[in-house]
């Protein structure tokens, strides 16, 4: 049972659950490009180069994955918000067809995602966005507490700056709603 089946509760839409993914892909990337912030005391050596040669640029492929992975669900987002190829292509300065190009699969990858209920995953990336789809709740909560810990004081996000904002099916329609 997932947990949109609980009954009290109807499941989230489609482009909730790619909100969710971006939410998520956006926390990642805080996060590793906020490690980038701090020089470490045993960092650098006497005449400020690097202790580690090689390791600061490591990381910064890493930070360069997950930014290309969050570029790639705000575009699935905005397919499963009802995007045409033409508005993703104007956007980007792109024609619609490069547009396809480039996120058609990411697009497929998550439709694909939200079509199983259960089954294996390829990798470390995919297994995790199968559990975003599968289980948005725990995700946006998880999400509530990064954001409602991050918070620098100064907006009114409330308690469930993630969670309170995401779409429902309406279980009597099959209409998006939001809560």
Request: some cysteine.
């Amino acid at each position: 049972m997932t947990e949109g089946d609980t009954g009290a509760s109807p499941p989230y839409t489609d482009a909730a659950r790619a909100r969710l993914v971006m939410a998520y892909e956006a926390c990642e990337l805080a996060d590793l490009a906020r490690a980038f912030v701090p020089i470490g005391e045993h960092e650098l050596n006497p005449d400020g180069t690097n202790r580690s040669p090689g390791t600061v640029l490591a990381d910064a492929i890493r930070v360069v994955a997950v930014a290309q992975r969050f570029f790639e669900a705000a575009a699935v987002f905005e397919r499963m918000g009802g995007a045409d190829w033409q508005l993703i292509g104007d956007v980007l300065e792109v024609s619609p067809r490069a547009a396809w190009v480039r996120f058609a699969m990411a697009e497929a990858a998550f439709r694909e995602l939200l079509s199983r209920e259960r089954g294996p995953a390829a990798g470390e990336a995919e297994r995790l966005r199968a559990y975003m789809t599968r289980e948005p709740l725990e995700v946006a909560l998880d999400l509530d507490d990064w954001v409602l810990r991050h918070e620098d004081g100064d907006s009114d996000l409330g308690t469930t700056p993630v969670s309170g904002g995401l779409a429902r099916r309406d279980p009597r329609r099959g209409a998006e709603t939001y809560s």
